[in-house]
Protein backbone atom coordinates (compact mmCIF):
# COMPACT_ATOMS: atom_id res chain seq x y z
CA UNK A 1 0.00 0.00 0.00
CA UNK A 2 2.87 2.64 1.14
CA UNK A 3 4.62 1.67 -2.40
CA UNK A 4 1.35 2.41 -4.39
CA UNK A 5 0.78 5.58 -2.58
CA UNK A 6 4.48 6.80 -3.79
CA UNK A 7 3.81 5.47 -7.55
CA UNK A 8 0.77 7.75 -7.11
CA UNK A 9 2.58 10.83 -5.99
CA UNK A 10 5.08 10.37 -8.42
CA UNK A 11 2.48 10.42 -11.31
CA UNK A 12 1.49 13.31 -10.51
CA UNK A 13 4.88 15.28 -10.00
CA UNK A 14 5.33 13.90 -13.84
CA UNK A 15 2.34 15.09 -14.85
CA UNK A 16 2.84 18.64 -13.45
CA UNK A 17 6.25 18.33 -14.94
CA UNK A 18 4.77 17.16 -18.38
CA UNK A 19 2.82 20.22 -18.37
CA UNK A 20 5.47 22.94 -18.22
CA UNK A 21 7.11 24.71 -20.87
CA UNK A 22 10.76 24.05 -21.09
CA UNK A 23 11.64 27.21 -22.55
CA UNK A 24 9.80 29.11 -19.88
CA UNK A 25 11.93 26.59 -16.96
CA UNK A 26 15.13 27.42 -18.63
CA UNK A 27 14.63 30.99 -18.32
CA UNK A 28 13.31 30.83 -15.01
CA UNK A 29 16.31 28.96 -13.73
CA UNK A 30 18.54 31.25 -15.00
CA UNK A 31 17.29 34.11 -12.74
CA UNK A 32 17.57 31.82 -10.13
CA UNK A 33 21.19 31.22 -10.92
CA UNK A 34 21.55 34.52 -10.73
CA UNK A 35 19.91 34.70 -7.01
CA UNK A 36 21.50 32.39 -5.99
CA UNK A 37 24.53 33.27 -6.37
CA UNK A 38 24.56 36.38 -4.12
CA UNK A 39 24.60 36.93 -0.59
CA UNK A 40 22.34 40.04 -0.63
CA UNK A 41 20.00 41.86 -2.06
CA UNK A 42 18.13 45.53 -2.45
CA UNK A 43 15.26 45.79 -4.36
CA UNK A 44 13.60 49.27 -5.26
CA UNK A 45 9.88 48.80 -6.15
CA UNK A 46 6.29 50.35 -7.15
CA UNK A 47 3.19 48.90 -6.81
CA UNK A 48 -0.50 49.73 -7.47
CA UNK A 49 -3.66 48.01 -7.58
CA UNK A 50 -6.07 47.34 -10.62
CA UNK A 51 -4.42 49.48 -13.43
CA UNK A 52 -4.50 53.11 -11.50
CA UNK A 53 -1.18 53.54 -12.22
CA UNK A 54 -1.17 57.19 -11.25
CA UNK A 55 -1.36 55.81 -7.31
CA UNK A 56 1.39 53.60 -7.45
CA UNK A 57 2.80 53.28 -4.01
CA UNK A 58 7.50 52.89 -4.07
CA UNK A 59 9.35 50.52 -1.35
CA UNK A 60 12.19 49.41 -0.71
CA UNK A 61 13.55 45.98 0.63
CA UNK A 62 17.24 44.84 1.77
CA UNK A 63 17.36 40.71 2.01
CA UNK A 64 19.89 38.78 3.31
CA UNK A 65 18.58 34.75 3.15
CA UNK A 66 15.68 34.96 5.33
CA UNK A 67 16.17 38.34 7.03
CA UNK A 68 14.73 41.70 5.55
CA UNK A 69 14.17 45.23 5.82
CA UNK A 70 11.52 46.59 3.78
CA UNK A 71 10.09 50.33 4.00
CA UNK A 72 6.77 50.48 2.31
CA UNK A 73 3.37 52.69 2.61
CA UNK A 74 4.79 54.16 5.94
CA UNK A 75 5.34 51.10 7.58
CA UNK A 76 9.03 49.40 8.06
CA UNK A 77 9.66 45.66 9.16
CA UNK A 78 12.94 44.04 10.60
CA UNK A 79 12.73 40.21 10.53
CA UNK A 80 15.23 38.51 12.25
CA UNK A 81 14.78 34.93 10.72
CA UNK A 82 12.86 34.60 14.40
CA UNK A 83 10.85 37.61 14.42
CA UNK A 84 8.80 40.01 12.22
CA UNK A 85 8.59 43.45 13.61
CA UNK A 86 6.32 46.03 12.20
CA UNK A 87 7.20 49.75 12.82
CA UNK A 88 4.32 52.04 12.10
CA UNK A 89 5.97 55.69 13.06
CA UNK A 90 2.47 57.64 12.50
CA UNK A 91 1.00 55.30 15.49
CA UNK A 92 3.92 55.29 17.44
CA UNK A 93 3.51 51.25 17.57
CA UNK A 94 5.51 48.63 17.26
CA UNK A 95 4.31 44.80 16.63
CA UNK A 96 6.06 41.74 17.02
CA UNK A 97 4.57 38.57 15.55
CA UNK A 98 6.64 35.05 15.40
CA UNK A 99 8.24 34.48 11.79
CA UNK A 100 6.22 31.19 11.69
CA UNK A 101 2.80 32.99 12.50
CA UNK A 102 3.46 35.92 9.70
CA UNK A 103 4.51 33.35 6.98
CA UNK A 104 1.49 31.45 7.17
CA UNK A 105 -0.61 34.44 6.68
CA UNK A 106 1.27 36.10 3.99
CA UNK A 107 4.04 35.18 1.26
CA UNK A 108 7.47 36.66 3.01
CA UNK A 109 9.46 39.33 1.32
CA UNK A 110 12.85 37.64 1.80
CA UNK A 111 10.91 35.26 -1.05
CA UNK A 112 10.24 37.59 -3.74
CA UNK A 113 12.60 36.53 -5.77
CA UNK A 114 11.73 32.92 -4.96
CA UNK A 115 8.08 32.02 -5.03
CA UNK A 116 8.07 30.78 -8.16
CA UNK A 117 10.15 27.55 -7.59
CA UNK A 118 7.38 25.57 -6.67
CA UNK A 119 3.31 24.92 -6.44
CA UNK A 120 2.92 26.20 -10.42
CA UNK A 121 2.22 25.04 -13.35
CA UNK A 122 4.80 27.36 -15.86
CA UNK A 123 3.83 28.39 -19.54
CA UNK A 124 5.44 30.61 -21.71
CA UNK A 125 3.72 34.02 -22.66
CA UNK A 126 4.41 37.00 -25.03
CA UNK A 127 7.15 39.05 -25.03
CA UNK A 128 6.59 43.20 -24.58
CA UNK A 129 9.13 46.09 -25.23
CA UNK A 130 9.24 48.21 -21.92
CA UNK A 131 11.19 50.61 -20.53
CA UNK A 132 13.71 50.23 -23.96
CA UNK A 133 14.06 45.91 -23.11
CA UNK A 134 12.60 42.81 -24.22
CA UNK A 135 11.36 41.50 -21.58
CA UNK A 136 9.81 37.68 -21.62
CA UNK A 137 6.57 37.01 -19.86
CA UNK A 138 5.67 33.55 -18.03
CA UNK A 139 2.26 32.92 -16.63
CA UNK A 140 2.52 30.71 -13.67
CA UNK A 141 -0.81 28.62 -12.57
CA UNK A 142 -1.23 27.58 -9.18
CA UNK A 143 -1.46 24.13 -8.78
CA UNK A 144 -3.77 23.93 -5.67
CA UNK A 145 -7.31 25.41 -6.80
CA UNK A 146 -8.13 26.95 -3.19
CA UNK A 147 -5.74 29.84 -3.73
CA UNK A 148 -7.98 33.26 -4.33
CA UNK A 149 -4.82 33.61 -6.86
CA UNK A 150 -5.48 32.41 -10.71
CA UNK A 151 -2.17 33.12 -12.34
CA UNK A 152 0.48 35.21 -12.54
CA UNK A 153 2.32 37.00 -14.82
CA UNK A 154 6.18 37.66 -14.26
CA UNK A 155 8.09 39.80 -16.86
CA UNK A 156 11.76 38.74 -16.62
CA UNK A 157 14.30 40.89 -18.40
CA UNK A 158 15.96 38.26 -21.15
CA UNK A 159 19.09 40.89 -21.44
CA UNK A 160 20.17 40.44 -17.19
CA UNK A 161 18.00 37.86 -16.66
CA UNK A 162 15.88 39.80 -13.76
CA UNK A 163 12.90 39.76 -12.64
CA UNK A 164 10.77 43.10 -14.02
CA UNK A 165 8.02 42.72 -13.14
CA UNK A 166 4.79 40.72 -11.08
CA UNK A 167 1.17 41.05 -12.10
CA UNK A 168 -1.14 38.92 -9.45
CA UNK A 169 -4.90 38.02 -11.04
CA UNK A 170 -7.08 37.31 -8.14
CA UNK A 171 -10.17 34.93 -8.84
CA UNK A 172 -12.22 38.23 -8.36
CA UNK A 173 -11.27 40.05 -11.33
CA UNK A 174 -8.53 41.45 -9.10
CA UNK A 175 -4.80 42.50 -10.05
CA UNK A 176 -2.60 43.81 -8.54
CA UNK A 177 1.00 44.78 -10.00
CA UNK A 178 4.74 44.55 -8.57
CA UNK A 179 7.37 46.91 -10.61
CA UNK A 180 11.04 46.28 -9.38
CA UNK A 181 12.79 49.04 -10.74
CA UNK A 182 16.26 48.55 -9.65
CA UNK A 183 17.90 45.54 -7.98
CA UNK A 184 21.28 45.54 -6.46
CA UNK A 185 23.08 42.44 -5.38
CA UNK A 186 25.46 42.32 -3.05
CA UNK A 187 24.73 45.10 -1.27
CA UNK A 188 27.15 45.52 1.69
CA UNK A 189 25.64 45.49 4.94
CA UNK A 190 26.44 46.28 8.48
CA UNK A 191 26.38 42.94 11.02
CA UNK A 192 23.05 44.34 12.94
CA UNK A 193 21.41 45.83 10.20
CA UNK A 194 18.90 43.00 10.26
CA UNK A 195 18.45 43.76 14.34
CA UNK A 196 15.16 45.18 16.13
CA UNK A 197 16.58 47.52 19.30
CA UNK A 198 13.78 48.23 21.41
CA UNK A 199 15.86 51.24 23.03
CA UNK A 200 14.82 53.26 19.47
CA UNK A 201 11.56 53.01 20.04
CA UNK A 202 11.42 53.86 23.65
CA UNK A 203 8.03 56.32 23.32
CA UNK A 204 6.62 53.72 21.24
CA UNK A 205 3.57 50.82 22.11
CA UNK A 206 5.17 47.30 21.72
CA UNK A 207 2.82 44.91 21.41
CA UNK A 208 3.82 41.22 20.93
CA UNK A 209 1.02 38.69 19.29
Known sequence: MKNFFSIILLINIINVFSQ?????????????????KADTYKIEFSYHVDDNIDQKEKGIVFIKKDNYVLDFFGVKQICDSKFVYTIVSENKEVIISDILKENKKSLSPSNLLKFYRDGYIIKNEESKKESSFLNQYIKLIPIENKQEISHLLIGINTISNDIFKVIEFGKNKSKITLEINNIFYNTELKDDFFDFNENDYLDYYIEKL
Do not use: G, M, Y
Not at 20 to 36: H, Q, Y
Open 20 to 36: NDANAVKLLDKVSFKID
